[in-house]
């Protein structure tokens, strides 16, 4: 996974083909969306890339 200007994209690729979900205004949307019905998850605060990740990784695989 790479994060690099609000977007996520697949392993190490910074391609928009590649683009998995897009972060904006502490709402993670899916690709390239910013749609309201696209919304994965959203997020209250500060949050540091460990814990970002952490919440994607519970979001993705767990729930």
């Known amino acids: 996974m ?3 200007d609000g977007k996520i994209y697949k392993g190490p690729s910074t391609h928009s083909s590649d ?3 897009t ?3 502490r709402k993670v949307f899916t690709g390239n969306s910013s ?3 696209d919304i994965q998850f959203s997020i209250d605060g500060y949050v540091t ?3 970002f990740v952490a919440i994607w990784q519970s ?3 767990v729930i």
């Open 2 to 4: 790479t994060i690099k």
């Open 19 to 21: 683009v998995i979900a």
């Open 23 to 25: 972060i904006k205004d």
């Open 35 to 37: 749609y309201s019905s």
């Open 49 to 51: 890339i460990i814990e």
């Open 59 to 61: 979001v993705k695989y």
